[in-house]
């Protein structure tokens, strides 16, 4: 996923060539799921952007925007309308937007493997990579995800960007990636 | 009567409110015309749970929910938080819990207001999205405790995060200096009347700084598995509920907490339900 990209390990260009806050917009969604689709989409026909948190003024409480490159709207529009996943509102960016954590917290239990993203915390089998603990977040997607991914192996367990649909789905979505990672390097 | 409001991994199942009793590892609640059952593995579930084994040892009523379907799309938490709005003014509850549900500004702030036109105002507990809700709206200060892990007392002390995903990394790396995230968080109006922070070492804090720390017993594999934070939640949610002072229910639900998860044995793969049921013996030895 794309979206991964804003962790440090592959620091973000956005747009063309780090453009100011000025030529950019943001586009909002009904949900994070929303979000996340399109983002993807976005990024699949080669556009470069950032997903970032909303200003003050337009927040709910469980948000995500798509920062983009204000001269491209026309063009990211009509690829969205496409794509069946348009957004709510698009507006110009007038400050500076949230930026979402980008630190990862890895606890070794021995036979067992953890990894935090914010407030998400997965934990594997280190021999047989099956998910065996899922915990942290206050999403409702939560405890959904957890139904769906515990008892899993890594590459069999749905993926947190598939199925959830909240920030906590996001950041589990980043703790999945980097324990997959790891699991990798373990092999 | 004290009452506990969440969510269950269930896009179906409805707008509920009736009390609950544990049978096994599962969580029945009447409603709606008839008995609704959920596995306790974590969520609200589990917190309900332990909230019940503690008025099942003193001999209390069982605890009463608000549940509805949700499974983050945030549909089901907006009928729950409706449900609320309705309905609250003319309940009486000793405490009220609030927990995963979908943060939402507005909705919180109106179920806030049909709670504080309540003839007697409950006890106020916010624990996960609702903890998120009620410190972005800026009204943090109308609860009487909040329940974050570490991670999310960085996000409490952080005054321009909405939520935990947006804590700032200079004060994520604070993360072993719990004094000054809770002297900031409060220096912001950013945390209920009490702090119980759920980590390595459990903290209750008010507004003065830490008053109390419990790391005893110490069981490191706790920390991965997940619905450890809602028992102590349910564990506090059922002692205020059944009248205990919040400084000591707060100091108890951690002991309590961690003696049932000593007792379980746990490795990180162990699933929640097996520490719950170790909770009465725990409660007996705090006696």
């Known amino acids: 996923m794309g979206f991964l990209n804003l962790f440090k390990r592959s620091p973000d260009k956005s747009g063309s060539g780090g453009t100011q806050s000025a030529d950019r917009g943001i586009m909002v969604f009904d949900n994070t799921s929303e979000v996340i689709r399109a983002e993807t989409v976005i990024r699949e026909n080669g556009w470069r952007v950032r997903v970032m948190g909303p200003p003050a003024e337009i927040r709910t409480g469980c948000d995500l925007v798509i920062e983009f490159p204000l001269i491209e709207h026309l063009n990211i529009r009509r690829l969205l309308e496409d794509a069946g996943v348009e957004p709510l509102q698009t507006v110009p960016v007038t400050g500076p937007l949230l930026e979402p954590v980008d630190i990862f917290f890895t606890k070794d239990f021995g036979a067992f493997l953890m990894v935090r993203a914010a407030n998400m915390k997965i934990t594997i089998d280190k021999q047989s990579s099956v998910i065996v603990n899922i915990s942290g977040g206050g999403c409702p997607d939560v405890p959904f995800l957890a139904m769906e991914m515990v008892g899993k192996k890594l590459n069999d367990a749905p993926r947190p960007c598939s199925i959830g649909h909240t920030l906590c789905g996001y950041a589990l979505d980043l703790a999945y990636e980097e324990i997959q990672r790891q699991y990798q390097c373990l092999q | ?287």
Not at chain 2, 72 to 91: I, K, M, P
Not at chain 2, 141 to 167: C, I, K, N, Q, R
């Open chain 2, 1 to 287: 009567m004290f009452a506990v409001v969440g969510t269950v991994p269930d896009d179906d199942f409805p707008v509920v409110k009736g009390a609950v009793f544990v049978d096994g590892d599962v969580l029945h609640v009447e409603g709606s015309g008839r008995i609704h059952e959920i596995p306790i593995n974590r969520g609200t579930a589990a917190l309900l749970a332990a909230a019940f084994m503690v008025c099942r040892y003193f001999g209390k009523p069982a605890p009463e929910a608000f549940l509805v379907g949700d499974t983050g799309r945030g549909h089901g938490s907006r009928r729950l938080y409706q449900r609320l709005e309705e309905t609250l003014s003319d309940s009486f509850y000793t405490s009220l819990t609030f927990h995963y549900i979908q943060p939402d500004v507005d909705w919180h702030n109106r179920v806030l207001f049909a709670v504080e036109e309540m003839k007697t105002r409950p006890i106020l507990i916010a624990d996960a999205g609702f903890m998120y809700a009620a410190k972005m709206s800026g009204q943090a200060p109308a609860y009487d405790v909040f329940t974050p892990d570490m991670g999310e007392l960085a996000f409490l002390a952080d005054e321009s995060a909405p939520h935990p995903f947006y804590t700032r990394g200079f004060i994520l790396h604070e993360n072993n200096r719990a004094p000054q995230l809770v002297e900031r968080a409060y220096g912001h109006d950013n945390a209920a009347r009490y702090l119980l922070v759920k980590g390595a070492q459990d903290l209750i804090a008010d507004r003065s700084g830490i008053l109390e720390t419990v790391g005893e017993p110490s069981t490191e594999a706790l920390e991965a598995i997940g619905g450890t934070g809602d028992i102590i939640t349910g564990l506090l949610a059922g002692l205020t509920g059944i009248g205990w002072d919040i400084p000591d229910a707060c100091t108890a639900s951690a002991r309590i907490s961690r003696e049932a998860g000593r007792d379980a044995n746990p490795d990180p793969g162990t699933q929640v339900s097996d520490i719950i049921r170790h909770i009465p013996e725990a409660l007996d030895r705090l006696r």
